[in-house]
């Protein structure tokens, strides 16, 4: 998917089996339980699902969980459990076909939408996992420009995390 | 000192350790090649009890030791820096004390 195109529509369940799909300016990061950059980046995420409340955010979780069971979708389930419940819908994409039709590579790998489902930002959340003073400036300079109306500065960086798990 | 960097190429972490690592053993004098030894299948993670990549080993001895209970599987390690912060690769001063610790 290129910047410009028109993302694909889905529906997935979240953590409470109800399904949730883009809707409005949307952001949707798939993430998993157990990469080191996606727990790096995490409450990062959250914040920025706090701090944007206008914004569809969606986080979707397509790794193969017969291979690592850490992404089981009773895993999530507990996840958000265990963490008194998250800003936003934690969805799993079992048949991974979400992440097939956005050409997703890595846990995470972020791409914001246009209220016409639009592809306008696509790549890491900023440029270190490691670093909370990032505070996912890439992805707010996204949806800042989004929100807008204008075309993000930096419509695409380079993904950063750990491969997606295929089946 | 036998010196092996274990990875698999789901992370991109690896280059940053092996730059991280060849650094400390400069610092500390000691002169050794690094084996770098990719691991490519679940039977190999297994076979060299590979808890995720990367894993740093010194005289055959984990860097920084997993805790007992992490599996064997192509998957990328989660480190704590000395801040406690998460992060893809070992704290730099963890490889330091091993290499001290070792030599």
């Not at chain 1, 959250?46 to 790794?63: E, G, K, M, S, W």
């Not at chain 1, 389930?77 to 076909?97: C, I, M």
């Not at chain 1, 972020?110 to 900023?126: C, K, S």
Request: aromatic content about 8%.
């Amino acid at each position: 998917m290129n910047i410009g195109d028109v993302a694909p529509t889905f529906s997935l369940p979240d953590t409470d089996g109800v399904d949730h799909g883009s809707d409005g300016v949307t952001v949707v990061v798939f993430t998993c339980n157990h990469c080191p950059y996606a727990l790096g980046w995490h409450e990062r995420l959250l914040q920025v699902a706090r701090d944007y409340p206008q914004v569809t955010f969606l986080a979707v979780n397509p790794n193969d969980a017969e291979r690592y069971p850490t992404d089981s979708y009773e895993a999530m389930k507990e996840r958000v459990a265990a963490d008194g419940g998250w800003p936003h819908p934690y969805l799993r994409d079992e048949s991974q076909e979400v992440a097939r039709a956005y050409d997703a590579k890595t846990t995470p790998d972020v791409f914001v939408l246009d209220a016409d489902f639009r592809l306008r930002y696509r790549g890491a959340p900023d440029a270190d996992h490691r670093d909370p003073q990032q505070n996912a400036r890439w992805l707010r300079e996204a949806l800042d420009a989004v929100l807008s109306g204008a075309e993000p500065e930096r419509a695409e960086t380079e993904p950063v995390g750990c491969s997606i798990k295929w089946k | 000192m036998k010196v092996e960097l274990l990875w698999w190429e789901g992370c991109p972490s690896y280059p940053e350790t092996l730059e991280d690592l060849r650094r400390v053993l400069r610092d500390e004098g000691v002169e050794a090649d690094v084996d770098l030894v990719e691991v490519e299948t679940d039977e190999q993670a297994r076979a060299e009890r590979f808890p995720g990549s990367p894993t740093v080993r010194l005289d055959g001895m984990d860097a920084v030791p997993p805790p007992e209970s992490e599996p064997f599987s192509l998957t990328c390690r989660v480190y704590r820096l000395r801040d406690g912060r998460i992060s893809a690769t070992p704290d730099p001063e963890d490889l330091r004390k091993a290499v001290r610790r070792t030599k």
